[in-house]
């Protein structure tokens, strides 16, 4: 039988599918740190600390109110988005006309508070959370068996990305949304409340991190550190995909989880490195990353 | 940092070659007496462990405050040096100064081949260039075999200095340390104040207008950046012989995170801030140590704090109050 | 610093000089993980044990004003040793208690016999404790990665499932715990037929458990701890790993972990334990009165650090000294019955010798509550469990 590099390709096939789907969740927290820097020139160093609230309030919902994983779907998603209005109405509003590095370090912060806090009250095991029944069980492919929660997160991203992308690229309100960015005082004579679109906006940023905590709930554990590490792999994925730019946070995101994936099959110890490889070379070679606009 | 209305550096108001002010030497003396008889009063490891993490703070002030380069990935050079450092006296047998001396070599041609490339890219992109080489260090010093994974290298020997003198003591080396120490800081004082001191900071107000002026900026932000890690490694290989060992601690990100910390809380720009932010982290975390998670929460509740409400950091806000660069 | 007083009020006033016995000050320090991945499995937990043994023990009546002080090393060695070199020089701490995670406990263990005192190590497993890097006065109480080698691989293998293939973490611990797996299992007559090294810590094990479906081995053997093993089992399960006939092997799980994944997710899980809460009608009360305190049952690392405890005093009180190669000595030569860990001793070099346990987990229909999570298989005998002290690389143990 044809193999690459002596991995059969049937295996070759199911680990590009697993990329895909790791890459789902870059995508959906790529974006979201996209959105953020793009229209409002900060480093949310608080996204990963974010997501990890997603899960918590899944789990939270669930222990104490008993709301199933689809109100949690949407509910989460909004309530971590409050939390994130709060955040930007109290501090990062001041941050604005400052150096990246001052937001960075703000959130940066913010995000130690809301891990330490949550490692205090709910230790550091992590929570049972289980798939909704919906989507227990799996598909057999025949190169492998795929369990249907993974396939719906795969789908549940791709709609939410683009649909982000439609909106901040194609509609009216986007339209409004990077004029507001580029110009704050024109837009804001022409009747529209500046300093409001911005508060929305980072909270649509940080629900989109709540959206992907939501999703991760089931599969990986629920734990106050869940977010930590990651954050700085996302934050290499949305500079190879070129700062601000959304959609090459949501192509990057997908991409780089397949090459992971890939990694994975050929030298694993080495998927933990190799985007920041990557990030090296783009950085490199085309600093502005791979979809950027300007440097 | 290349917004420059957002620079704390308060400017000295003298030519660079009258030397230093007396306020600054009065400082210094001070320190020397407080530091000279520290050990009766503090545990001297803690009180070594406090100047390692000034150094290393000192140093990489010297890229972020007067260069205008944030780095995120300092503690490759402070982590790397201490593992060669380690390595040195404990598999070859080294004394100490021998040691501290390679590791802090390695360190500056480590920062010589990263800050080759880095420097080519400004702001964000230099900081992400960092870390991604930061992080590519990490994946050495994990999978390497000298560094003994996540064990480190452990029981390394304190030997003698040049041979002769044991330092086996804390007592002993901590005047060893200190005088490390000091010295580093005392150089990088002259290096700020010196006429390339002067040109860095040019280059970090306007730097169109100094190559204009002709001066060839790269060649400048290479060789501050090259100092910086050798500094910070000259930190990171004294720590490696005061507490034995070095470890994955010391190159991990958050390392890179923790000196930013420092120097922000004291103050980005000044002399003092940053031997002022690091003894206020470290001793934070030696008498918080009890208190578990809560030491992440009052770390994180200080940036907040620190962004919002002094940007200046602590002696930053001190210099403006008493009209006087520190 | 939070410091518990105990007893030492009333000796204090009631002692008088002319009185038998003076008071001697012992002081213990709990050193551990109290933020980080192994917060829950020791962290305060351990303080509380360790309390409740000077308690029981009695102190304040024998003559010994007993104080307990706890830390955080953050998982750190350099943390780690700093606090080590502070508490002896300093604070007058006589032993240190707990350290999990392997390289805080190496740094530990050199300092201590430095300084000459006492390390009772409960948290942390790897076997170079007691083997190359073995010190006189170093006390390993609850387990290693040998032991749990020894439980699991040697079960699993001779119960039928002998070809393994490995999901290990890719750093010294996972290393030598899937090292010693597999000399166990091929000693059992199993075999090894792949292994896959995964970056410390990660999140999604789906590539690699892919990688173990398609090797055709009965059984996956996870060298890893904590979330890595957590993550792993229930993307085990969700992709129907055990369903499809492999079984999965954990090779260092506490109950903590078994807990946080719950019955359902978990059932079916073989693993090596020193201690359980529901073994028999001491453990039972021991950890009801644990659980009074805490707030929840305890791990075997709690369960060490109370023995441990119990132990050290004893040999303070017969010896009258806290210089570490003295009581060190009396530990080794005085075997113990514990209600926790049954009879054992400590062997020369330092490995505390008991019965170690295999248990499988329940079921959710078997299960009662949160905590009635195992189902006991096999005891393996304390003199089985170890490696033996011979060839373990510990010179002083082994001279003369």
Redesign the interface.
């Known amino acids: 039988m044809f193999e690459l590099l002596g991995v059969p390709p049937q295996?070759l096939m199911?680990?590009l599918l697993?990329?895909l789907?790791?890459g789902s969740f870059y995508a959906v927290l790529s974006l979201g740190l996209a959105v953020i820097f793009g229209l409002l020139n900060i480093?949310n160093f608080s996204h990963g600390a974010q997501y990890m609230l997603g899960a918590f309030v899944a789990w939270m919902l669930l222990e104490y109110l008993g709301i199933s994983y689809w109100w949690a779907l949407l509910l989460a998603p909004v309530i971590v988005g409050a939390t994130g209005l709060v955040l930007e109405k109290l501090?990062l509003r001041?941050?604005y006309h400052?150096?990246?590095?001052?937001g960075l370090?703000?959130t940066?912060?913010?995000?130690?508070?809301?891990?330490?806090?949550f490692?205090?009250y709910y230790?550091?095991?992590?929570?049972?959370y289980?798939?909704p029944d919906q989507l227990s069980g799996?598909q057999n492919l025949g190169f492998?068996?795929l369990?249907n929660?993974?396939g719906w997160v795969v789908v549940a991203s791709v709609v939410v990305c683009f649909g982000t992308w439609f909106v901040i690229e194609k509609t009216k309100l986007g339209a409004y949304l990077r004029a507001a960015t580029e110009n704050p005082t024109l837009v804001g004579a022409f009747g529209i409340n500046v300093p409001l679109m911005i508060m929305l906006t980072y909270g649509f940023g940080v629900a989109l991190a709540g959206f992907a905590g939501v999703l991760a709930a089931p599969?990986?554990?629920v734990?106050p550190?869940?977010g930590a590490?990651?954050i700085?792999v996302v934050?290499?994925v949305v500079?190879i995909g070129g700062?601000g730019s959304i959609m090459g946070a949501i192509v990057t995101g997908f991409g780089l989880g397949i090459i992971e994936?890939l990694t994975?099959?050929f030298y694993?110890?080495?998927?933990?490195?190799v985007i920041?490889?990557i990030?090296?070379i783009v950085?490199?070679i085309k600093?502005e990353g791979l979809f950027g606009r300007n440097? | 940092m290349s917004a420059t209305d957002t620079q704390p550096a308060p400017e000295l108001h003298r030519p660079a070659t009258q030397g230093m002010p007396m306020l600054h030497k009065a400082i210094f003396a001070a320190l020397l007496v407080v530091l000279a008889v520290l050990p009766i009063l503090v545990y001297p490891v803690f009180a070594m462990k406090v100047m390692c993490f000034a150094l290393f703070a000192a140093a990489f002030n010297l890229l972020l405050g007067f260069g205008g380069l944030l780095s995120f990935g300092h503690a490759a050079y402070f982590g790397g040096a201490s593992y060669v450092a380690a390595h040195a006296s404990k598999v070859w047998g080294w004394s100490p100064e021998l040691s501290i001396l390679v590791g802090t070599l390695a360190a500056g041609i480590l920062g010589l081949a990263i800050g080759a490339l880095a420097i080519r890219r400004q702001g964000i992109y230099f900081a992400m260039v960092t870390l991604a080489f930061a992080q590519m260090v990490y994946f050495f010093a994990l999978q390497a075999e000298f560094t003994g994974g996540e064990d480190g290298i452990q029981s390394v020997p304190r030997g003698s200095l040049f041979g002769l003198f044991p330092v086996d003591e804390n007592e002993a080396l901590y005047y060893l340390v200190l005088a490390i120490t000091f010295g580093g800081i005392l150089l990088l004082y002259r290096i700020v104040h010196s006429p390339f001191g002067q040109v860095l900071k040019a280059i970090r107000e306007n730097e169109p207008r100094a190559v204009s002026l002709g001066y060839r900026v790269n060649r400048y932000k290479l060789t501050v950046f090259v100092l910086s890690a050798t500094l910070a490694g000259l930190a990171g290989a004294t720590k490696s012989q005061v507490f034995q060992l070095a470890s994955l601690t010391d190159v991990h990100w958050s390392m890179s995170g923790e000196v930013v910390l420092m120097t922000l809380l004291g103050g980005v720009g000044t002399v003092f801030g940053p031997l002022l932010g690091a003894t206020i982290v470290v001793t934070m975390q030696n008498y918080l140590a009890s208190m578990g998670a809560w030491v992440t929460v009052i770390q994180g509740v200080i940036f907040v704090l620190g962004v919002l409400l002094f940007r200046e950091g602590i002696i930053g806000v001190l210099s403006k109050w008493l009209k006087r660069p520190l | 610093m939070k410091t518990y007083v105990l007893g030492a009020l009333t000796v204090a006033s009631f002692a008088l000089p002319a009185a038998a016995q003076d008071a001697m000050d012992v002081k213990l320090g709990v050193l551990n993980d109290r933020s980080g991945v192994y917060a829950d499995l020791s962290g305060e937990g351990s303080v509380v044990a360790a309390r409740m043994a000077v308690a029981d023990f009695g102190a304040a009546d024998k003559g010994l004003n007993v104080e307990v002080i706890s830390a955080d090393h953050q998982n750190k060695p350099d943390v780690a040793s700093n606090i080590a070199r502070q508490w002896y020089d300093q604070d007058g701490v006589d032993a240190i208690l707990d350290v999990p995670t392997s390289s805080a406990a190496l740094a530990v263990a050199d300092i201590t016999a430095q300084e000459n005192k006492i390390l009772i190590d409960s948290g942390a497993g790897s076997t170079q404790l007691t083997g190359e890097q073995c010190q006189p006065t170093t006390i390993h109480w609850t387990y290693d990665t040998a032991a749990l080698a020894k439980g699991t691989g040697g079960a699993v293998t001779e119960g039928g499932d002998a070809k393994w293939f490995f999901l290990t973490a890719d750093y010294a611990f996972g290393h030598s715990l899937e090292e010693e797996t597999s000399k166990v299992v091929a000693e059992a007559g199993g075999e090894v037929v792949g292994t896959v090294r995964h970056p410390f810590p990660a999140t999604d094990f789906s590539s690699f458990l892919l990688q173990a479906q398609g090797s055709g081995a009965d059984v996956i053997g996870l060298a890893n701890a904590g979330g890595d093993t957590v993550n792993a089992i229930k993307q085990a399960s969700e992709f129907g790993i055990t369903q499809a006939g492999q079984s999965l092997a954990a090779l260092l799980m506490f109950i903590t972990d078994v807990h946080a994944l719950g019955a359902e997710t978990a059932q079916g899980l073989v693993l090596t334990e020193a201690f359980y809460w529901d073994h028999d009608d001491d453990t039972r009360a021991w950890s009801a009165r644990f659980e009074e305190e805490f707030g929840s049952k305890p791990t075997m690392v709690h369960a060490g650090v109370y023995s441990g405890t119990m132990h050290y005093l004893r040999a303070v009180e017969a010896t009258g000294s806290t210089e570490g190669d003295v009581v060190a000595e009396w530990m080794k030569a005085n075997p113990f019955d514990d209600p926790l860990f049954g009879e054992g001793y400590v062997r020369k070099d330092g490995r505390v010798i008991h019965d170690m346990h295999l248990y499988e987990v329940k079921s959710p229909d078997e299960s009662t509550g949160e905590w009635d999570l195992y189902n006991l298989v096999a005891t393996i005998p304390g003199e089985e469990a170890f490696l033996p002290m011979e060839g373990s690389g510990c010179a002083f143990a082994n001279a003369g």
């Open positions: 295996v199911g680990q697993l990329g789907i790791n480093i501090a001041r941050l400052l150096d990246h590095l001052y370090l703000l940066f912060g913010v995000a130690l508070i809301i891990q330490g806090l490692r205090n230790g550091i095991s992590g929570l049972p289980q798939i799996g492998m068996f369990p929660y993974r599969i990986y554990s734990n550190n869940m590490d990651l700085i934050f290499a500079v700062m994936g994975k099959v694993p110890a080495g998927s933990a490195v920041f490889v990030m090296a950085l490199m600093p440097a």
